[in-house]
């Protein structure tokens, strides 16, 4: 991070994807739905949540109502899918401290807390950006903004990680570094 050419002041994470499972496809396929075929609804239903248009119940029942399963399936799904990236989370534990760190995430509200737990949340990261809560979802420029004025630092010190290149391209146009993870 400090070969880089600006000095790097934070380093702000995406959720899903990186720091929890592989992305909502994945948890969608887990729980027996083509992400391909479906990819429009998904699109849609995620948009919508995404923006805080519909609470996470909403959210749930539109899934299970287009899979024709139980919540109890679904939520078995979304725990075999999404389980928090220990080795990333431990990673940017030794992080922090040299750098500020944050999470901006597409999700609804409340959602980030439940997956990566509040004591990862308090005790590794400085601020967490929700797209809910804003009505803006990445890659929007001025949510990135958002994220460093958060953060107290300009955003060409901050370098940005997501698993979606579009989401970089957002970050990059914001004045950010990005970063697209694959793995750890």
């Not at 998904?42 to 959210?59: C, H, M, P, V, Y």
Request: glycine share 6%.
């Amino acid at each position: 991070l400090r070969s880089m050419a600006k000095p790097i002041q934070a380093v702000i994470f995406d959720c899903f994807g990186v720091l929890v499972g592989r992305g909502f496809h994945e948890t969608y396929s887990v729980a027996g739905g083509d992400p391909v075929k479906d990819r429009a609804f998904i699109t849609d239903i995620l948009e919508q949540a995404n923006r805080g248009n519909i609470s996470q119940k909403q959210f749930h029942d539109e899934i299970t109502n287009k899979l024709h399963i139980s919540l109890a399936q679904y939520d078995e799904a979304v725990n075999q899918a999404e389980q928090p990236n220990e080795e990333l989370l431990h990673y940017i534990e030794a992080l922090h401290g040299a750098y500020k760190t944050a999470i901006l995430s597409n999700a609804n509200i409340g959602v980030v807390e439940h997956k990566i737990g509040v004591n990862w949340i308090d005790n590794v990261f400085d601020t967490v950006i929700v797209s809910a809560e804003l009505g803006m979802i990445k890659p929007e420029v001025r949510i990135y903004e958002i994220a460093a004025e958060k953060l107290d630092v300009k955003p060409e010190a901050c370098v940005f990680i997501d698993d979606h290149e579009s989401y970089c391209a957002g970050a990059r146009q914001a004045g950010m570094q990005a970063i697209r993870y694959r793995d750890f």
